[in-house]
């Protein structure tokens, strides 16, 4: 079952290419009624080709839940929840022309998805919880990765929060202590322990990759946030179930950023 608006006839194929062209560029490869929004692109069919990799471990159906897409780009898995009966989808995202086009896609295939200008670190203005939340292709963006989960964990998550990030190094997870002495340091050398890598420049010509973590620093740092992993799911995906962290363990330093805390 597919929850939907009536499609609007006049947005013919047409139409459709040439709204596509003015949005445009597209990083999300969309099918709107036959139309590709980035049929050129250099990863194929994206964000498709990753989402078939892991959308069994989504349940097929949503009714009755909310969903909360931070960072939504064009508005793929925002559909994608909303065509799985999710009761409710907030998309957000800091890029005007991702908005833009998210908007545009959501119309076109006649899907209720609400769309706002929003940054990660402010989801505490959203002042509610959601039962699923998608952090997906952020992280690395960010200049202060650890603040944003720890913000998504104090203020938005309920349950379920979708986690993935382009990761960089081994795929070794390694058995890492609660502590170490001050003399041993032959630990930060094993490719398995947890490494969050600086970008200071450029990477892939983008000025906005700020911090590629390795695998197991992905599983930490949501460990850490308080996220329980339950799948990894794709070799980048995680599948977390939010948890209470100790209260006397050591947290968020800034966990508000604005706006009353969600309940």
Known sequence: ??????????WTQERIRARIAELGPWFHNLDLRGVRTAPEHFLGDYPMVKW??????????????????IGCNGGFYAMEMKRRNAARVLGIDFDEDYLAQARFAAEV??????????????????????DIVWFAGVFYHLRHPLLALDLIHEHVARDLLIYQSMQRGSNQVARVQTDYSMWEQDHFDDPGYPKLHFIE??????????W?????????????????????????????????????GYGAVYPSRGGKDAG
């Open 212 to 248: 590629v973590p390795n695998r197991a620093c992905s599983e930490a740092m949501l460990r850490s946030a308080g996220f329980e992993i339950l799948q990894h799911s794709e070799d980048e995906v995680f599948v977390c179930r939010r948890v209470e962290r100790p209260a006397d």
């Open 109 to 130: 295939e006649g899907l209720e998805i609400e769309f706002r200008k929003l940054s990660v670190y402010d989801v505490a203005t959203l002042g509610e919880r959601f």
């Open 201 to 210: 420049h450029r990477y892939a010509g983008d000025p906005t990759n700020w």
């Open 52 to 69: 078939q990799r892991f959308a069994h471990a989504i349940p097929s159906d949503l009714s009755g839940l909310t969903v909360l897409d």
């Open 1 to 10: 079952m597919r929850v939907s608006q009536p499609m609007n006839a006049n």
